[in-house]
T-cell receptor, first 110, second 115 residues
Framework: AQRVTQPEKLLSVFKGAPVELKCNYSYSGSPELFWYVQYSRQRLQLLLRHISRESIKGFTADLNKGETSFHLKKPFAQEEDSAMYYCALSSYNQGGKLIFGQGTELSVKP | DSGVTQTPKHLITATGQRVTLRCSPRSGDLSVYWYQQSLDQGLQFLIQYYNGEERAKGNILERFSAQQFPDLHSELNLSSLELGDSALYFC??????????????FGPGTRLTVL
């Protein structure tokens, strides 16, 4: 079964500290992985997709097929990074629907 | 604003009632997706339409139905409402049928409260 697991409900760090938001997935096939961010119950915004290998707002994520993980990292957290972060899995063969993890709330303290 | 729009923003209704949520996709996008966000279930995919036709279905209840019209806007109908249907309902759109290069753009959501 397709599944996305984000083991941490809440992650609290101080400004300037490194951040790693964990995401593990289970999927039989070639997954398409994304990170979405939601600020204060606003609309979800795409942060990263695994194929692009780019850095957005200082965040990066690497797909590790061996460990079936797609962890989100940032070397130095900023207060404005405080938000809900959702890892999501997609499959073109199933219409491109997104399967979301439960989300991790990141709180960056001054 | 050429992004995804949803109306209404908030909806308060009673158990047993029926409501309709409306979504207008981004200009040019052919796919519309509906998601439900609740505290206990998280974000769950409900249904996808592509150019007027149903393309994929998630764990959508039989009491719920959706359609996409020729002008590509979509409506999600929720009937015989229960307390547990209270949630934030998001609509998203994308240019094609789905896939890696087919980013989904989300609307602001409709907050449904069933009393």
């Amino acid at each position: 079964a397709q599944r996305v697991t984000q083991p941490e409900k809440l992650l609290s760090v101080f400004k300037g500290a490194p951040v790693e938001l964990k995401c593990n997935y289970s999927y039989s096939g070639s997954p398409e992985l994304f990170w979405y961010v939601q600020y204060s119950r606003q609309r979800l915004q795409l942060l990263l997709r695994h194929i692009s290998r780019e850095s957005i707002k200082g965040f990066t994520a690497d797909l590790n097929k061996g460990e079936t993980s797609f962890h989100l990292k940032k070397p130095f957290a900023q207060e404005e990074d405080s938000a809900m972060y959702y890892c999501a899995l997609s499959s073109y063969n199933q219409g491109g629907k997104l399967i979301f993890g439960q989300g991790t709330e990141l709180s960056v303290k001054p | 604003d050429s992004g995804v729009t949803q109306t209404p923003k908030h909806l308060i209704t009673a158990t047993g009632q029926r409501v309709t949520l409306r979504c207008s996709p981004r200009s040019g996008d052919l796919s519309v997706y509906w998601y439900q966000q609740s505290l206990d279930q998280g974000l769950q995919f409900l249904i996808q339409y592509y150019n007027g036709e149903e393309r994929a279905k998630g764990n959508i209840l039989e009491r719920f139905s959706a359609q996409q019209f020729p002008d590509l806007h979509s409506e999600l109908n929720l009937s015989s409402l229960e307390l547990g249907d209270s949630a934030l309902y998001f609509c998203a759109s994308s240019p094609g049928r789905g896939g890696l290069y087919n980013e989904q753009f989300f609307g602001p959501g409709t907050r449904l409260t069933v009393l």
